[in-house]
């Protein structure tokens, strides 16, 4: 009861605009108030809780994000595709999905991968005559590739939640980021076609122009970064918090001395920016982590499999209603939150119904990415938006294409076929 | 506040258990926090003392177990415990008030089962001081129990495992701890404390060759896929706190303080033949999943502990006290 | 109104420098744990402790910053339903106080951890460092979260007038068309 009565507040507190964290820590208070407990404890465990090593390689991605941003590191990588790209209408549309996927592989997080790629990608996009909602909606469900394609903050904080391999979790949304990029290239494909107003398409001939010398400088050291990050850390030189923080320093020296793109201001912008998205997640697993550990203390676990178990006996429709309530935890909170709170809480719940932490992790990155393009709490629709300078309105159309013929089919796929998200851990001896 | 309960708090709870009967007690609801998984024979044997309590004191005494760091790692739950929003826990000890709390992990302070009821019995030195240690915390130390004794976990084979000193050719994770870290040293390894969270994988990746600090049941559990062989060096008992919130204590009825203490601390003189069994089977275990299991020899283990007393204990001296660390070697030579 | 607005600007100033500061040594020396296992073969012993105690200080000055410049998320649904700038700017009224309320309560709290914990002097493992450097800026996070947040209760109230003004004028002027 007083998880529901919890649960009420939270929303209604969101619902008004109380900033994220402060609704979070409303709810916890709440409990630990009706609980009797004595209040210290809920500083004492986010203090505690935050103390952590693994946890500093979400300012570390996030920062390597914001320093490749500005290091030209992103736009080499969409040059090099472009290069591929050959003339119809969808080609370009493509290019954009796959770079944010390339990006990803650089990049932990969807905000710097949308951010980075969308503002890349626009311009050349609307000259092909792409409808600003369009671009917008492609822009945000693409971002999520920047979870799915390994490193990923969303799978930092489910193995720091849950206890489980990062390197593990990486692997297992590989193949579900995969689907995603076809299902999301069809999706465009089909848009671009039925769309008559393209009339303005004409092929892409010459690569958009660059001031000379920059053009010379070669897209190797841009492409070698993936390689180089995820190479050492699967090769065991570095710990994957190790990796971002070579990220930061690789991204930081190409952009500086090879494609001159970085000075002390704009390093300093960088650092900044990046401190300030920092703080905004980790204030936010401050209190979301706090939240947690109440539900936990109230027993919610327990709650939510025996409600699930008392109105089904079908594991299937058991799966469902759980990827329904984490589908309605991303609707209402941002990618971080929503994982923090529903890894601890379902993974119990899943386990009981024979799935592995592996498996879920993935099941859980679709979900929840899936969650961060749904309105009303959309933080990546809206970027993309605003990426894209398209109202949410236009967006609305392709957003809902994307969620019902791309990322609805991906995620019952890795719901009920655990060798997607398994295969790879597996192959690499992780399993 | 939380400053009450670490101060005056046991002057309070006396005259108001003075004043209750049998009768008219109110029965408690208590939450206890351990850090093992749900099938391992330590969270068995608090499930026992949970239902052995509820027994004895005729249901006045409830308690829910919430294994598995559910409410938070060792560090938190001992904070929690002072404050009483956990009033049991079954945990590691976090030394951050006072080092000498982590005293039970003194490298080679037992070189085998038979000496751990004297050296853990509460009677002992190290029993005695750590008890008014956490007393001043707010704290009841309720009992040791004895998991089972550390070794090393590798997925190469070690070079002159037995030799003390002798390059080991394994770079090894510790934790970040003078009595892990110095130890492992001394014994010829290459250490390096990256976080726990990254050891799995670090073994996996080849960034480390091993771990140190977890008795044969971790090894098993968490480890088997990755390691080759276990060095049952048994560098040191892996014996948790069984802890109760000195507040939550207090207000119980005298008979039944001393029958929860009882209890557990029966159970606790249990853990050593527990552990051993345990540690046996475990072991089995791991041989059976491909792991080698390296055992030493009484007179091998005798020159370990005689090179790590020697040596790695005055380095000790820093954290722990030599007065302490004299007092804690005289208690068992007697 | 002007000396208040030199404040806010230095504070800034001092923001960002700690953010660039600490945000640099974290990398530096966790780069260096790296370097000294995988080239030097030693361990960088202890590293963790003196890691977080500046990743503690990126998280939460970087956190105040955010108060500062209103980025904190936050997943306000009724400006999607109504674009009545009147009920949108009651609504900010209510956010912010109500954020204001739980933000003191917040306070508290966290004022009352710090000075149980400062009294036990709690200190790392291996280097002995006392707690409070990395406890330190979690306080002053929620601390100056509820000043910008009164900053916020102050300018709301004023947009909530000056709507008033503008639909009276408004009002005034459809009169007279
Ligand atoms: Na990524
Ligand atoms: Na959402």
Redesign the pocket.
């Known amino acids: 009861m007083t998880s529901l009565i919890a649960l009420l507040i939270l929303i209604l507190a969101m619902a008004v605009g109380i900033p994220i964290p402060l609704s979070f820590f409303l709810c916890a208070a709440f409990i630990c108030t009706i609980g009797g407990f004595n209040p210290l404890m809920l500083f004492s465990y986010g203090f505690n809780n935050q103390n952590s090593i693994l946890l500093l390689t979400i300012p570390l991605f996030v920062l390597a994000g914001a320093i490749i941003d500005k290091g030209g590191i992103g736009e080499k990588l969409v040059q090099g595709l472009m290069k591929l790209c050959k003339g119809s209408k969808a080609a370009l549309g493509t290019v954009t999905i796959i770079s944010s996927a390339m990006f990803g592989a650089v990049s932990g997080s969807a905000t710097a991968t949308l951010s980075c790629i969308g503002s890349i990608m626009t311009p050349r996009l609307k000259e092909q005559g792409y409808k600003p909602g369009l671009i917008g909606a492609m822009l945000a469900s693409s971002g999520v590739l920047g979870i799915m394609i390994p490193p990923s903050i969303l799978m930092i904080l489910y193995a720091w939640g849950t206890g489980t391999s990062v390197l593990a979790c990486f692997l297992a949304t590989i193949i579900p980021g995969v689907i995603l990029i076809t299902l999301f290239s069809i999706v465009n494909a089909y848009f671009v076609k039925k769309d008559p107003d393209m009339v303005n398409f004409q092929p892409l001939k010459k690569e958009i122009k660059e001031s000379g010398e920059r053009k010379q400088r070669s897209a190797v050291p841009a492409v070698m970064m993936p390689i180089l990050l995820l190479g050492s850390i699967y090769g065991g030189v570095l710990t994957a918090t190790e990796g971002a923080a070579f990220s930061v320093i690789y991204s930081l020296i190409i952009g500086i001395f090879y494609y001159h793109r970085i000075d002390s201001i704009s390093f300093k912008a960088a650092l900044v920016q990046a401190g300030e998205t920092s703080g905004v997640i980790m204030v936010m697993l401050f209190s979301v982590g706090i939240l947690s550990r109440m539900f936990m203390t109230e027993n919610l676990p327990d709650l939510i499999l025996n409600f699930l178990t008392s109105l089904s006996s079908n594991r299937a429709i058991i799966l469902i209603m759980i990827n329904l309530f984490m589908l309605v935890i991303?609707?209402?909170?941002d990618d971080c939150s929503g994982t923090v709170l529903s890894a601890p809480l379902l993974l119990p719940v899943v386990m009981a119904l024979g799935m592995t932490p592996i498996q879920f992790a993935a099941v859980l990155s679709v979900n929840i990415g899936m969650?961060?393009?749904?309105?009303?709490?959309?933080p990546l629709l809206y970027l993309g938006g605003r990426v894209a300078g398209a109202d949410v309105k236009e967006m609305l159309k392709p957003t809902f294409s994307l969620i019902l013929f791309a990322w609805i089919p991906t995620l019952i796929l890795t719901t009920f076929v655990p060798d997607l998200s398994l295969l790879l851990p597996r192959l690499m001896g992780y399993v | 506040g939380g400053k009450k309960s670490t101060s005056n708090a046991s002057a309070d709870g006396e005259k108001s258990t003075n004043l209750t009967s049998t009768d008219d007690f109110i029965p408690v609801e208590w939450r206890m926090a351990n850090q093992h998984p749900n099938d391992s024979f330590v969270t068995l044997a608090d499930k026992e003392i949970i239902d052995s309590i509820k027994e004895a004191t005729d249901g006045r005494v409830n308690i829910t177990l919430y294994p598995d760091n559910q409410l938070g790692d060792y560090m938190s739950v001992f904070d929690e415990i002072m404050f009483g929003s956990v009033e049991m826990g079954h945990i590691s000890v976090n030394s951050a008030y006072d080092s000498r709390l982590l005293g039970t992990f003194l490298p080679y302070l037992a070189t085998g089962y038979d000496q751990l009821a004297t050296i853990y019995s509460p009677d002992s030195y190290l029993f005695k001081t750590i008890h008014e240690i956490e007393s001043k915390l707010g704290i009841e130390l309720m009992g040791f129990f004895c998991e089972g004794f550390d070794g090393v976990g590798t997925d190469v084979e070690l070079t002159d495992a037995a030799v003390v000193g002798a390059e080991k050719g394994a770079l090894i994770r510790v934790p970040a701890m003078d009595t892990f870290a110095e130890c492992n040293i001394e014994l010829g390894f290459r250490t390096t404390t990256i976080p726990y969270s990254d050891t799995y994988t670090s073994i996996q990746t080849g960034l480390a060759d091993g771990w140190a600090g977890g008795p044969a049941n971790l090894n098993y559990q968490y480890f088997r896929d990755v390691l080759n062989h276990f060095y049952d060096y048994q560098q040191v008992q892996e014996a948790t706190h069984i802890l109760i919130s000195k507040t939550a204590f207090e207000k119980l009825l005298p008979e039944d303080q001393e029958s929860i203490r009882t209890i557990i601390q029966d159970k606790c003189l249990d853990s050593i033949s527990l552990a051993q069994e345990d540690e046996g089977k475990y072991k089995t275990l791991l041989e059976e999943s491909g792991v080698t299991v390296v055992e030493f020899s009484d007179s091998e283990r005798a020159t370990f502990a005689d090179a790590v007393r020697a040596n790695v204990w005055p380095k000790l001296a820093q954290t722990f006290t030599q007065e302490f660390l004299d007092n804690v070697l005289a208690s068992f030579n007697e | 109104m002007k000396i208040i607005a030199y404040i806010d600007k230095v504070l800034q100033i001092i923001y960002d420098y700690i953010i660039i500061i600490s945000g640099s040594i974290v990398t530096i020396l966790i780069m260096t744990g790296a370097f000294m296992r995988y080239i030097l073969k030693t361990d960088f012993y202890g590293s963790e402790e003196i890691i977080l105690i500046f990743g503690y200080w990126l998280y939460f000055i970087g956190s105040i910053s955010a108060s500062r410049s209103k980025t904190h998320l936050n997943a306000d649904m009724v400006s999607i339903f109504t674009q009545n700038p009147r009920i949108i700017s009651i609504k900010e009224i209510i956010k912010d106080l109500l954020s204001l309320a739980i933000c003191c309560v917040a306070i508290k709290w966290c004022y009352d951890y710090w000075s149980w914990t400062i009294a036990l002097k709690p200190r790392t493992s291996v280097h002995k460092i006392p707690y409070y450097f990395q406890q330190f800026p979690m306080c002053l996070a929620f601390f100056m979260w509820g000043f910008y947040l009164i900053r916020d209760c102050v300018t709301s109230f004023l947009d909530l007038k000056n709507i008033d003004t503008k639909v009276s004028i408004e009002i005034f002027k459809g009169r007279n068309a």
């Open positions: 991303g609707m209402l909170m969650g961060n393009v749904t309105p009303p709490c959309a």
